[in-house]
């Protein structure tokens, strides 16, 4: 990995002290590549006792983003974080929800009305939800009635309201899965678990 | 505040949420809309001992976000996250320093060099780094040279190489500074306290 020019030197030596200090663990390799990134991404090693993995998740996220399936987002800023590491490898289409919906109306939330819309268009795609507990919930409604389900559904919003909640209904619902339980989240942590994902993904021996 | 259309019913409800949750504590009203709105972007009360403010530096940023200065930021992500709320309001030119360089070269980072650029062009801006230990070194070892200094540098890089380095060189600088302490930061919580900032300054009582 040292020479692979998508992985910064910085990137590197932060994931060594990372190394040393994790102490012991039993995550799959594939796991701890996407934990170690979201603890580089916020400084926080909390994120190593809240992250969770539906079985088979990372291996179908591989696979959706090796076909070109979409990467939707709830919010810019996730999608800001991906973008440059996306364009550089697979290319997928990405949309963040919140931009398709210039002003929110009937009490919903922007991302929640735009995330609805997304799942219309592309019900397979790979869902990154980092800050709208809104939009997950709103996606939660729709999935038991959708024939197409999508690749993986990230639920990782942050905050104090609605937010344990939405990951509690996500956890309820039989889609391929990576949640942040509690309160903690946020677009780096969501941006650096699709942005590990694309990692994986890009090499052939994954 | 209730009927502000700059501040969401839910951001209400997560406030009301820390304002219990919080503690006691000795900040000023002012400094405790910063540390409040960094908590709610990250749900991580550590924050509550690791955001330290000059003297001043409040007062100075809310006059600056009012007579128009630009406000420069490291990355993408940490612009994408002011954006829509300085719009709203004074619409100052934003600026990111990463967007202006295409290609790193000569074995600096691509946040470094745009950083000196806007630090030519305008000096006197707010300077918000929530990504890149690199830049904030690269302003500092400039500022001492300038006769113009900054309205205010948000000293919050995030992450384990130079980073905890890089906000000890600026505490050595005689120019108006908040930092997070330690390893923690990143783009929302960076973000967050120049939000709150333009909030406080959008307030004619302050």
Not at 18 to 39: K, L, M, N, P, Q
Request: hydrophobic residues 50%; glycine residues 6%; proline residues 7%.
């Amino acid at each position: 990995m040292t020479n692979d020019p998508l992985i910064h030197p910085i990137l590197q030596q932060s994931f060594a002290v990372i190394d040393a200090e994790i102490g012991e663990h039993s995550f799959t390799t594939a796991e701890y590549e996407i934990i170690r990134r979201v603890i580089h991404s916020t400084a926080d090693f909390e994120f190593k006792d809240l992250i969770v993995f539906s079985p088979g998740a990372i291996e179908g996220a591989i696979a959706a983003l090796r076909r070109g399936v979409p990467v939707v987002t709830d919010v810019s800023m996730v999608k800001q974080g991906i973008s440059g590491l996306l364009a550089k490898t697979f290319a997928n289409p990405l949309h963040s929800a919140v931009e398709r919906v210039p002003v929110a109306t009937e009490g919903k939330t922007r991302t929640e009305m735009g995330l609805l819309q997304c799942f219309a268009e592309f019900p397979e795609a790979i869902y990154a939800i980092g800050n709208a507990p809104t939009a997950l919930l709103a996606l939660c409604e729709v999935l038991p009635q959708s024939p197409i389900q999508p690749a993986l559904v990230i639920g990782a919003p942050v905050g104090f309201v609605s937010v344990v909640e939405s990951k509690a209904v996500l956890a309820q619902q039989n889609v391929p899965q990576i949640i942040i339980k509690g309160r903690k989240g946020g677009s780096p942590a969501t941006a650096a678990i699709v942005n590990a994902l694309i990692l994986l993904a890009w090499q052939p021996e994954n």
